[in-house]
């Protein structure tokens, strides 16, 4: 990592830790649905809540590409990420404007599982800052694992809890995209154990158009 100098310096290291922050946030519980909501629309609007956070937040993954230096393949691959996640946070929005039963802020955890949250994105804050080269890049790799399972996972059980048959069967391909997605980060994290694979001719990432997604805005 170069060396930072001057108001030059603490613009960049500014908006690293800006960056890394955004990446890393457990943001805090807010109030949720009213005591008279169902059972399945509370799991519903809790689960659109978290997805979007977590879609909002993975969307900008791609800015780190300013700040640290990647492999091509890792580049490639987080550029996508964040491509799927800012259609599938836009996605979540376009729902929430048409139907006002559907919120976004109902982010309700228990007080052991918020102050976990924050005690693993100060841990990953302090790796993702402090590592360089392939240790930044598996670094990274690990915790876009972890955000593209929570992705895939919340987007299947909010679908399953969806009663508008076409936002279902949207929430089932972003569910895909973010599986897929998720497949791509394992074995690119493989591919880096094995030292007689070729990374640029991996086939599981390989020919990829940018963009692509399972998920769309139903008519």
Excluded at 76 to 103: Q, Y
Excluded at 166 to 176: K, N, V
């Amino acid at each position: 990592m170069p060396q930072l100098s001057g108001h030059a310096g603490a613009g960049r290291f500014g908006a690293m830790l800006a960056i890394v922050g955004v990446l890393t946030a457990c943001h805090p519980p807010k109030a949720g649905t009213g005591p008279g909501a169902s059972s399945e629309q509370t799991t519903r609007n809790n689960g659109y809540s978290l997805l979007h956070q977590v879609l909002d937040e993975e969307k900008d993954v791609s800015f780190l590409r300013f700040i640290k230096s990647e492999h091509s393949d890792v580049k490639n691959l987080v550029n996508r990420i964040a491509s799927a996640s800012g259609t599938g946070a836009k996605l979540l929005e376009e729902f929430a404007s048409h139907d006002a039963s559907i919120t976004l802020d109902d982010i309700r955890l228990p007080p052991g599982e918020a102050a976990a949250r924050d005690a693993i994105a100060s841990t990953k804050k302090k790796e993702l800052l402090g590592e360089t080269g392939d240790k930044f890049e598996l670094t990274l790799l690990l915790t876009q694992s972890e955000a593209l399972s929570y992705a895939w996972h919340l987007a299947k059980v909010t679908g399953e809890n969806e009663p508008q048959p076409e936002r279902a069967r949207a929430l089932a391909g972003l569910s895909r995209d973010m599986q897929n997605l998720y497949q791509e980060v394992f074995a690119l994290l493989l591919s880096n154990t094995k030292p007689s694979a070729t990374r640029e001719n991996n086939p599981t990432y390989a020919g990829r158009a940018p963009g692509t997604t399972n998920a769309s805005i139903p008519k």
